[in-house]
Structure formats: C-alpha cells, structure tokens
Nanobody
Framework: QVQLVESGGGLVQAGGSLRLSCAASGRTFSSDDKGWFRQAPGKGREFVAAIRWSRWSAFNTYYADSVKGRFTISRDNAKNTVYLQMNGLKPEDTAVYYC?????????????????WGQGTQVTVSS
C-alpha cells in the first residue's frame, strides 16, 4: 500500500504562484511513476504532469499542453516527496489537485493507470 498526502493548495490571484507537495509513504519506489491530476467543478479529472525515472537522465517530465511552460514537476527522493510548482496561474487552473502514484514506469505516461491517489488539495485562482 502507498499513502499520498497533498499540501500547498490555497487561494491566489491570477498571475501568482503556488507550490504543491505530495508526501508518499508505504511501498513506493523512486522508479515508480508519480503524477499530478486536477478536477474542476463539473468536469472530469485531467492529467496535469508526470515524472518518470530514466536511467539516462535521472528523470523525464511530461506536461499537459495547458500547463506547459508554467508548471514544473519535480521530486526529492530523500524526502519521498513530489512537487508541482505552479507559476502564472490562471482562473481556469482552479480545481482540486490530486497526486497519484503508479506501480513501475511503463506505458504512456500521459494515459497510464495510476494505482494510488491522494485526497486532493484545492487551488483557487481569482481573476
């Protein structure tokens, strides 16, 4: 089992920044995929970003087109924590943000199934 706890959400004005954290515990490894998803009111959950272990470059990162250039996913293996730095926030970024962990690191990082989910943290961007 893997437990994921998100933190760092809040209310911010458009153009501002937030950093989300996801602390992982239990049976998880640095080689396992980690991702961030979000769900806005009345909408389905959507992929935001993922980070995957790579033997050649330590880690590769993947982003949804809507956040590319504004959001950065990173991880600190010593702390078993994944981060999502969000800059240039827009009102349309308002959503509940979820951290996810997958077993292993195979398949399409944008569409693979994730096995464990956090409880979510609210991000609200005012215009």
């Amino acid at each position: 089992q893997v437990q994921l706890v998100e933190s760092g959400g809040g209310l911010v004005q458009a153009g501002g920044s937030l950093r989300l954290s996801c602390a992982a515990s239990g049976r998880t490894f640095s080689s396992d995929d980690k991702g961030w998803f979000r769900q806005a009111p009345g909408k389905g959950r959507e992929f935001v970003a993922a980070i995957r272990w790579s033997r050649w470059s330590a880690f590769n990162t993947y982003y949804a087109d809507s956040v590319k250039g504004r959001f950065t996913i990173s991880r600190d293996n010593a702390k078993n924590t994944v981060y999502l730095q969000m800059n240039g926030l827009k009102p349309e970024d308002t959503a509940v943000y979820y951290c996810a962990a997958g077993s292993g690191n195979s398949g399409d990082p944008y569409t693979r199934a994730y096995d464990y989910w956090g409880q979510g943290t609210q991000v609200t961007v005012s215009s």
